[in-house]
């Protein structure tokens, strides 16, 4: 369940959570016609600070542009109404779900002259895939369903029309006992989690799918790499077949919601020693330590 906060801000202004409505023959409702993004908020020595919302603001644009969506805002907009609204609802730490759909009087395929609407939700949100997943790791599925290629649909936009895709990939992995689903592209390769990217370790190289495998180019991911770089860790964008999860010595997940999450068995196979392995454990604690502003290294990535 989310634990609702006071305000959620919708189109310009905070109002009352229940007030946040819309209209049952919403546009995107129907055709998925809205781009989002997911954002934490981390409580930190000096008070809440945002991760990285300048380029999760930038992607919510391009998101926007990608599917011909002209948005009413701005990004400097969504990131003063963030930082304000986290302020009014008056939370420590926090999720944030800012969404750009197109809204009710206009229906049909072409969404050209429908009102574009804008909201932003923060609302408190523990460890996505469980806090014990975080340190002994969680069990994944390769997937039945393979990830959406990017001639089908931009793999580069968060549009929720996308994540039915996600949604099948999720429930396939839950209702077969498993935590979370690995899904794999058209062409069989390796892609990533229904809502995660995926990073393996083998002989102490940390190697993700590239981009032209149909993956999106998360900023957990971005943020993972350079921490790796700064350790000098080689980190390597590359295919990976699948038989190459088997064999790795470390598996793990990245993304807003899963943060850095160990993958301790792979269709009940184990990987590695079966728990988080000293890489993951060491690039997960400095990610932690960051969003927390403990290191002033990195504070340019905290708002």
Request: with cysteine.
């Amino acid at each position: 369940m989310i634990s609702e906060t006071k305000f959620i801000w919708f189109n310009g202004k905070n109002v009352a959570w229940k007030d946040a409505t819309i209209h049952a023959l919403n546009h995107s409702l129907h055709y998925g016609s809205g781009v989002f993004e997911g954002i934490r908020c981390y409580k930190t020595s000096k008070g809440p600070a945002v991760f990285r919302l300048q380029e999760h603001m930038a992607r919510l644009i391009k998101s926007c542009e990608s599917y011909e969506i002209p948005s009413p805002y701005t990004a400097k907009e969504f990131e003063a109404a963030t930082l304000e609204l986290i302020k009014e609802n008056k939370v420590d730490a926090c999720y944030i779900r800012p969404l750009v759909f197109y809204g009710y009087g206009h229906m049909g395929l072409n969404p050209k002259g429908a009102k574009v609407e804008a909201l932003i939700a923060c609302w408190p949100w523990g460890t996505y895939l469980g806090e014990e997943g975080l340190e002994k790791g969680i069990n994944a599925k390769i997937s039945k369903w393979r990830r959406i290629h990017s001639s089908t649909l931009p793999m580069q936009a968060k549009c929720s029309g996308n994540y039915a895709n996600s949604i099948l990939g999720k429930l396939d992995a839950v209702n077969n006992g498993f935590d979370e689903a690995i899904m794999l592209n058209i062409e069989g390769r390796v892609a990533e989690g229904p809502g995660e990217n995926i990073f393996l370790v083998k002989n102490s190289e940390l190697v993700t799918p590239s981009v032209g495998e149909g993956i999106l180019k998360g900023i957990t991911r971005d943020s993972i790499i350079q921490i790796a770089k700064e350790f000098g860790i080689k980190v390597v964008e590359r295919p990976i077949e699948r038989d190459e999860l088997f064999d790795a010595d470390e598996l793990f997940f990245t993304g807003t919601a899963a943060e850095v999450t160990p993958i301790r068995s792979v269709d009940k196979k184990i990987i590695g020693s079966g728990k988080r392995g000293p890489i993951t454990k060491k690039l997960q604690e400095k990610f932690f330590q960051i969003v927390k502003g403990e290191d002033k290294k990195y504070d340019k990535w905290l708002s």
